[in-house]
């Protein structure tokens, strides 16, 4: 108390900082310097001290007489902060610690409290290669400093075509990969080179003779060159499927409905070599091309059936009336051979009564000179008796 009192009588004021603080204090409105950790005695007649205090668990300077306090106090601020600077083309990784803390773009500035370190800068630059090293991208990941990073990660059985600032740079390939962004755009796609499947279905074509039909295709492609497919159109994918249709309905649109279904194979074979060609210039590989469906209108389909139907009733009378000939023609032979042979046709004719006689009880035969067959047979139940 007695202490406080003679302070105050002579124009001035004791401090007392922590461990884990500092004050930048002014007096008579200048910045005259930083107090670190202790009991400070100050001048403050009338009250022309001022404080400006800082607690190291924010390690950053920010103060509204930074750039005075620079000025002012140098050996201060060589005492108590620890200041970074980045150029143009280069980029700071802060360590604190030895663990990444913060990353300073390229041009900036950065005032830390040298005792809420250790501290320890990484500069690197950037101006010719925007890539981050692997080791340290996975540092930065873990610590979840990657605002100022493109990160790309490529699954397997894929490629990325990376473009910074629109130039395309190159392939990658299966793996994780980061660029500093840093005033660049950095851009990529995904290309999957693994065999792909695309179908084409109900595709109208106008036939030679003004049939519609509806067809399907399927197609199994992959990509051979990813530059060349991402570059060289808009959408590969988009151009396949484009290939196909205008190949078939070209080839189709060249054919009769008959000529169509006779010769399926042969048409399949002709658009598919198109297709092929045209697609290895553009880095893709086409496999498989199939014309799966020839779909016609329902009248088209009616009227087939029927005509079909004809064709068969047709093959079936001819059958028929052949058959016919034959039983004829052997029933012919029949005779020729018993108007020859008399005792042929003695045969036939036990074989009839052998047929007659399983079919009555009681049979009486007379026989004369002339044959069975001239004699009068009388099949009677009551005569019999």
Same mark, same amino acid.
């Given at each position: 108390?007695?202490?406080? !009192? ?10 007392? +900082? ?5 004050? +930048? ?15 400070? /005695?100050?001048? =403050? ?10 607690? !190291? ?6 103060? %509204? ?11 201060? &601020? ?14 700071? &990784?802060?360590?604190?610690?030895? &663990? ?36 340290? *991208? ?8 990657? @605002? ?42 995904? /290309?999957? /080179?693994?065999?792909?499947? !695309? ?11 003004? /049939? ?16 060349? @497919?991402?570059?060289?159109?808009? %959408?590969?994918?988009? @151009? ?27 048409? =399949? ?21 199939? *014309? ?26 001819? +059958? ?10 052997? *029933?012919?032979?029949?005779?020729? &051979? ?17 047929? +007659? ?5 009681? !049979?009486?035969?007379? =026989? ?13 139940? %009551?005569?019999?008796?």
């Amino acid at each position: 108390m007695m202490l406080r !009192l003679i302070d105050s009588l002579m124009g001035r004021k004791r401090v007392l +900082i922590d461990a884990n603080e500092r004050a +930048i204090y002014l007096h008579k409105g200048e910045v005259r310097g930083i107090l670190g950790p202790g009991e400070h /005695v100050l001048p =403050n007649r009338r009250g022309m001290l001022k404080l400006e205090w800082h607690n !190291l668990v924010r390690p950053e300077l920010y103060s %509204d007489y930074e750039q005075i306090l620079f000025e002012k106090a140098p050996e201060d &601020v060589a005492a108590h902060l620890t200041m970074l600077r980045t150029s143009a083309t280069e980029i700071a &990784v802060i360590e604190r610690d030895g &663990v990444p803390y913060a990353v300073l773009a390229p041009d900036r500035k950065l005032a830390l409290w040298t005792d809420a370190g250790p501290w320890k800068a990484e500069t690197i630059d950037i101006g010719e290669d925007a890539a981050v090293d692997g080791t340290l *991208l996975k540092r930065l990941q873990k610590s979840g400093l990657l @605002a100022d990073v493109a990160v790309i990660e490529v699954d397997r059985d894929k490629v990325a075509i990376l473009s910074i600032d629109g130039v395309l740079v190159g392939q990658l390939g299966p793996g994780i990969y980061g660029y500093w962004k840093a005033g660049r755009k950095i851009s990529h796609k995904l /290309v999957d /080179v693994t065999r792909q499947p !695309l179908d084409v279905t109900g595709q109208e074509v106008l036939t030679r003779d003004r /049939v519609t039909l509806r067809i399907n295709i399927s197609a199994e492609y992959r990509v051979t060159d990813p530059v060349k @497919a991402t570059t060289e159109v808009k %959408d590969f994918t988009d @151009a396949l499927y484009r290939a196909l249709q205008y190949a078939f309905r070209k080839t189709l649109g060249a054919m009769t409905l008959d000529q169509i279904l006779k010769q399926k194979v042969t048409v =399949n074979a002709e658009a598919a070599e198109k297709v092929r060609a045209d697609m290895a210039e553009i880095g893709l590989e086409v496999s498989e091309i199939s *014309l799966k469906d020839v779909v016609l209108p329902g009248d088209m389909r009616e009227l087939l059936n029927q005509v079909v139907s004809a064709q068969k009733e047709a093959e079936a009378n001819v +059958i028929r009336r052949r058959e016919e000939t034959n039983a004829t023609r052997s *029933l012919l032979n029949t005779a020729k &051979v018993m108007s020859e042979n008399p005792v042929m046709l003695r045969l036939k004719e036990l074989e009839a009564l052998e047929t +007659i006689a399983g079919k009555v009880d009681r !049979l009486t035969v007379t =026989n004369g000179t002339s044959g069975l067959m001239n004699d009068i047979v009388k099949l009677s139940d %009551d005569e019999a008796a």
